[in-house]
Every structure is written in C-alpha cells, then in structure tokens.
C-alpha cells in the first residue's frame, strides 16, 4: 500500500521537469525508513513527508539536486537528464580541440562555448563527472 497519490504527485513533478520514480524510493517501499535526501537536499522545499509524499505545485526550480541527493535514483530529469546531458557534452567534444568539458552554474556569468550550463552544480553526479571521459574528454 502506498501512502501517496501517486496520479497526483507524478503528475506535479512532471510539470516541474523532474520525474519521480515511487517504486524505488526506499520511504515509499519501507515505511519505516528514515531516509529524507531529497528533503534535505530540495532548496526551494517543494518536497514535503506527512504521512504522505507532497511536491508543491510551481514552486520547483528544476535545480536538479534532488537528483544528486538521492541514494535510490528515484529522480530524474524530464527535460535535461543525464542521457541529454551526455548528448550536450558529445556535441561539446567533437568540435572541441581541448578536449575539455566545463560545467558552470547558469547563474554564472563567466563561461565560454563550451561549457555545460546547469541550473544548479549541486546536479553534478558520478555520472555526469565521468561521463565526459567516456566520451573522450581529457579533462573536465
């Protein structure tokens, strides 16, 4: 038995660009579980445990830190996730004579053609670190 609407909480993190997966979510498979990753790592504060699983509507800022924050995988970008990511920095590569991928902050104001923006450098994972080296990079 879940403990969520999971229509409704799917439906909203949709709308926000990241998609959540229930059924690896430790809280969610063990109610006993104190895991709160995602609680802790969400700035804005959009997810929220009450007995059930709340994603504020509109507030989430597609930061992706949930993402990064979660031991499970539960998250993942709808719009920019790691596969779409690696894309960006394969394109980035093959016209790149460094062989280099850079990743900055899209607050940032100091970047060149070819650095990965992201909304947050909290959405650094493993993945996306080694990822340019599997594509051919010599540095990131």
Excluded: H
């Amino acid at each position: 038995m879940f403990l969520f609407d999971l229509p409704t909480a799917l439906e909203k993190a949709a709308r926000a660009g990241i998609v959540w997966e229930p059924r690896l979510c430790s809280r969610v498979r063990f109610p006993r579980s104190k895991c709160e990753e995602c609680l802790k790592g969400c700035p804005e504060q959009v997810i929220s445990w009450d007995k059930t699983l709340k994603v504020l509507e509109g507030r989430c800022t597609e930061c992706g830190l949930c993402i990064s924050r979660c031991p499970n995988g539960v998250f993942r970008g709808q719009r920019r996730g790691d596969y779409a990511l690696a894309r960006e920095m394969a394109s980035l590569l093959s016209g790149n004579s460094r062989n280099m991928v850079a990743f900055c902050c899209a607050r940032s104001e100091q970047f060149d053609r070819d650095t990965v923006v992201l909304p947050c450098l909290g959405r650094l994972t493993e993945n996306l670190l080694l990822a340019p080296f599997a594509l051919g990079a010599t540095r990131v």
